[in-house]
């Protein structure tokens, strides 16, 4: 596989030219693994162990007496096979290895994936945990304020007795309200009382006062009339 290189120079990049592509890569990999070509460079072993073979099935079919010259053949053949065999030994060594490595990566990727999934609950559950701790933890604390707050308080025999004392002052109190309402109601009525009183008492000052006029001014009449009655008898006595 031939790559084209990378050259820079005076502040310029020119982009690396590949004389194959990724396909074609493939393929021509493909084919070197098959044929045992490791190199662009001289005549592939499986070409040769054909040439060998062809050779040695050659010289068999002839009809002359040619057996040193089949031996020596098959001997070459079967040494090219057996120089073939070897890289294809290796190979399959290496092949096999690879695929122990590959299960053996497919074993870690999977024990990996499971350690994530793994650690992955346990970080919801450290979560849980975390946010369970909180809650705890203010609830803890709202205790202890409420327990800072009682301890500042007085004992609870005194309290209670602050508590008769206000409900015997209550007591006295309502007992008192209920006297005073009582007598609130007998000043009422006795202000009613005293009002009619006053009112019969000014209207009889009223009507005593109206008598009194009318008796002066009957008094005043007579006066006058018995005053005229001694002026008529003095002027009649001086007629006489």
Known sequence: MLKGRKISGRGETVAANYAFGPL???VIIKHRLLT?????????PLKKLQKKFASFV?????????????????????QELSTFEIPLLKSKAV????LREKENFNELK????????????DIEDLKKQLEESKIERQHKEECEAIRKLIATQPPRSLMQKVITDLEKEIAALEVENTASS??????KKQFVLLLHVVDELQNTIEE???NLIEEMRLATEEQKNGMEDAS?????MAVD
Do not use: H, M, W
């Not at 009582?182 to 000043?187: D, K």
């Not at 008529?232 to 009649?236: F, L």
């Open 24 to 26: 074609e890569d493939d």
């Open 36 to 44: 045992r070509t490791t190199t662009t460079r001289g005549e592939p």
């Open 58 to 78: 050659s010289e068999i079919e002839k009809d002359e007496d040619n057996y040193n010259d089949c031996v020596k053949l098959s001997k070459a053949f079967l």
């Open 95 to 98: 092949i096999d290895s690879n």
């Open 110 to 121: 999977d024990d990996i994936n499971r350690q994530i999934l793994q650690a992955q609950a």
């Open 182 to 187: 009582r007598l609130l109601e007998l000043r």
């Open 208 to 210: 005593d006062e109206k």
């Open 232 to 236: 008529g008898i003095s002027e009649a």
